[in-house]
């Protein structure tokens, strides 16, 4: 642990994964934005700056370390595991496919894409999603149909992907906004061509779900005038 005056306060071995920390110094200036590292063998190194202490305040710093040597393992999202486990994403994975033995195959396509990091990203973005409280449900819960282009400007990639969206979720992102602790902020759109609107979410400190609108683009899903949305992972 590390203070705002680039002082070490704290360099020690720890055997368990949670750690409080007493009496810290506080300067109530720029010397109480401490960094917080972390290290172990086999692992890279994390850490998270500003981490601003108050007097009387319990800051919670959460790290991950990741294995330096490592690989995607999908035995437990298979498309069979999936209808199991997320009923729900399978479900929304399955729009618009034939059959669902085409949804299978269209899912276990991406599978193989970029060493399985386009299926990490739907997953992963899609969990996220699922755990980001709007005024009324979950982002995941507006989501119709993805869209499974593998070329063009809403092809599927390694940080995002396309959905027919309730145009609902864009009004409930916009009543987040105003809640006493927003959890989203505008975001520009002008770098996406045909979008209208974007908006970040901004509860974490490095890494958030965007959701960008393209209202021009709409479809009809099952009676619901829906609208296309780009969503992705965006790094602060």
Same mark, same amino acid.
């Given at each position: 642990?590390?203070?705002?005056?680039?002082?070490?306060? =704290?360099?020690?071995?720890?055997?368990?994964?949670?750690?409080?920390?007493?009496?810290?110094?506080?300067?109530?200036?720029?010397?109480?934005?401490?960094?917080?590292?972390?290290?172990?063998?086999?692992?890279?190194?994390?850490?998270?700056?500003?981490?601003?202490?108050?007097?009387?305040?319990?800051?919670?710093?959460?790290?991950?370390?990741?294995?330096?040597? *490592?690989?995607? *393992?999908?035995?437990?999202?298979?498309?069979?595991?999936?209808?199991?486990?997320?009923?729900?994403?399978?479900?929304?994975?399955?729009?618009?496919?034939?059959?669902?033995?085409?949804?299978?195959?269209?899912?276990?396509?991406?599978?193989?894409?970029?060493?399985?990091?386009?299926?990490?990203?739907?997953?992963?973005?899609?969990?996220?999603?699922?755990?980001?409280?709007?005024?009324?449900?979950?982002?995941?819960?507006?989501?119709?149909?993805?869209?499974?282009?593998?070329?063009?400007?809403?092809?599927?990639?390694?940080?995002?992907?396309?959905?027919?969206?309730?145009?609902?979720?864009?009004?409930?992102?916009?009543?987040?906004?105003?809640?006493?602790?927003?959890?989203?902020?505008?975001?520009?759109?002008?770098?996406?061509?045909?979008?209208? =609107? =974007?908006?970040?979410?901004?509860?974490?400190?490095?890494?958030?779900?965007?959701?960008?609108?393209?209202? *021009?683009?709409?479809?009809?899903? *099952?009676?619901?005038?829906?609208?296309? =949305?780009?969503?992705?992972?965006?790094?602060?």
């Amino acid at each position: 642990m590390i203070d705002g005056n680039q002082k070490t306060w =704290s360099r020690e071995f720890h055997d368990r994964s949670s750690v409080f920390f007493t009496g810290l110094p506080l300067f109530n200036n720029f010397g109480d934005d401490d960094t917080f590292l972390a290290s172990a063998d086999g692992y890279k190194d994390a850490g998270f700056q500003p981490v601003v202490l108050a007097a009387n305040v319990d800051q919670i710093v959460d790290l991950m370390l990741i294995p330096k040597s *490592n690989y995607l *393992n999908f035995a437990d999202a298979t498309w069979t595991a999936l209808g199991t486990s997320r009923p729900g994403l399978n479900a929304l994975l399955g729009d618009g496919a034939s059959s669902d033995e085409a949804a299978a195959q269209r899912y276990g396509d991406i599978l193989e894409d970029d060493g399985g990091l386009i299926l990490a990203c739907l997953l992963n973005i899609t969990t996220a999603m699922s755990q980001i409280q709007l005024p009324q449900r979950t982002p995941l819960d507006y989501l119709k149909r993805v869209v499974w282009d593998r070329e063009g400007p809403f092809a599927m990639e390694q940080d995002r992907f396309f959905v027919w969206a309730d145009p609902e979720l864009k009004e409930q992102i916009k009543q987040a906004k105003q809640q006493p602790h927003p959890k989203f902020a505008d975001a520009p759109f002008v770098l996406h061509p045909g979008a209208t =609107s =974007s908006y970040k979410e901004i509860e974490f400190g490095e890494a958030n779900v965007q959701f960008t609108f393209h209202e *021009n683009d709409r479809l009809e899903i *099952n009676g619901v005038n829906c609208v296309l =949305s780009g969503t992705r992972h965006r790094l602060f």
